[in-house]
C-alpha cells in the first residue's frame, strides 16, 4: 500500500471510529466540522453528505449500482458532484476484478 492510500485509510478510519463512537449511522453523519478534525476537506465533507443524501432519497438506484456493467457504472457515478472520474474508474475496475455483483462501501448507508 502506497503513502496516499495509507494515508486515505487512516484517515477514513479515524472518521469511522469517531461516527462509531457516537452512535452514528456512517460518516455522513458526523458534521463538517468533525470530518475537518478527522483529516477530511470541506470538498470532501460536501461530496460525502450531498452522496448520501442522495442516496437517502434514491436507494434503490444506488443498490442498483451493484448489478451496472463497468462503463454504464463509470457513467453513473462520474456524475456526481465531488467524485472523480478516478473514483468512478476505480468502482469499474473493482467490478471487474470481482467479476460478480460486488458490494459498494457507501458512506450513506
Known sequence: MGPPLKAANT???????????????????????????????????????????????????YEGWKNLHPLPLFAEVEKHWGISSWSASMLAMIKVSNNESSEIRLWAS
Open 11 to 61: 484517515i477514513i478510519s479515524r472518521a469511522e471510529e469517531l461516527s462509531f463512537k457516537q452512535g452514528k449511522n456512517g460518516i455522513a453523519f458526523l458534521s463538517e466540522e468533525e470530518l475537518k478534525i478527522c483529516g477530511i476537506s470541506r470538498n470532501k465533507s460536501k461530496a460525502i453528505k450531498i452522496f448520501a443524501e442522495n442516496y437517502q432519497n434514491d436507494e434503490e438506484t
